[in-house]
């Protein structure tokens, strides 16, 4: 069982940055990878990015379109941690979002997220 809580949310204003923290605790499989997830009031939930916790590729990460160029995900083993920094912070980035663990790595795909944190919730005013 793994346990994921995300931090960092709150009011911006568009332009600005933002940084979402997830915290992880339990077991995690040897190889994983974390997800960054949003859902914007009366959409579905969307990919944002991910990044390859560990293993031989671990570090490596990819996006989705809505957020390519300004978003950056990173991690911190040490501390059981993943990082997603978005800039250039716009209205339509307003949602709240989730990490989630997966064991396929490069996952775009919800269904290949087995945990999920609570989500935090971005607002970014015009």
């Known amino acids: 069982q793994v346990q994921l809580v995300e931090s960092g949310g709150g009011l911006v204003q568009a332009g600005g940055s933002l940084r979402l923290s997830c915290a992880a605790s339990?077991?995690?499989?040897?190889?994983?990878?974390v997800g960054w997830f949003r859902r914007a009031p009366g959409k579905e939930r969307e990919f944002v990015g991910g990044?390859?916790?560990?293993?031989?590729?671990?570090?490596?990460?990819w996006y989705g379109d809505s957020v390519k160029g300004r978003a950056t995900i990173s991690r911190d083993n040490a501390k059981s941690a993943v990082y997603l920094q978005v800039n250039s912070l716009k209205p339509e980035d307003t949602a709240v979002y989730y990490c989630?663990?997966?064991?396929?790595?490069?996952?775009?795909?919800?269904?290949?997220?087995?945990?999920w944190g609570q989500g935090t919730q971005v607002t970014v005013s015009s």
């Open positions: 989630a663990v997966s064991n396929t790595r490069w996952s775009r795909r919800m269904d290949e997220y087995a945990y």
């Open positions: 339990g077991r995690t499989s040897s190889n994983y990878a």
């Open positions: 990044i390859n916790v560990n293993g031989w590729n671990g570090g490596t990460t």
